[in-house]
């Protein structure tokens, strides 16, 4: 599967920015999707994590109340649409696919490039 993230971009604090998703290659209904990010300094940590049928969603507490996943299996489409966002939320957001409904980024099976959202205070 290669995913390709999108939506990233320069946002004054308590903006909203809706990142996408985009999968080629296998279907996304296959797989459980989940979004992660990276500041700069910083590990890698989870941010949400959505189920193939969308049944289940789960945030990070960090964003829970303010960032929203979601999919349209028929787009082959992994979307975050954030809000009330926060010079904290500044890093590069990952897209990733998973067998298995996950926080661990090690679970995750394959990963999109990157987009980034930078949060200006």
């Known amino acids: 599967v290669q995913l390709q993230a999108s939506g990233g971009g320069l946002v004054q604090a308590g903006g909203s920015l809706r990142l996408s998703c985009a999968a080629s290659?296998?279907?996304?209904?296959?797989?459980?999707m989940g979004w992660f990010r990276q500041a700069p300094g910083k590990e890698r940590e989870f941010v949400a994590v959505?189920?193939?049928?969308?049944?289940?969603?789960y945030n990070a507490g960090s964003v829970k109340g303010r960032f929203t996943i979601s999919r349209d299996n028929a787009k082959n489409s992994v979307y975050l649409q954030m809000k009330s966002l926060k010079p904290e939320d500044t890093a590069v957001y990952y897209c990733?696919?998973?067998?298995?409904?996950?926080?661990?980024?090690?679970?995750?099976?394959?990963w999109g490039q990157g987009t980034l959202v930078t949060v200006s205070s």
């Open positions: 290659g296998r279907t996304l209904s296959n797989y459980h």
């Open positions: 990733a696919a998973s067998r298995s409904i996950a926080t661990d980024a090690s679970l995750y099976l394959y």
């Open positions: 959505i189920s193939v049928s969308a049944a289940y969603t």
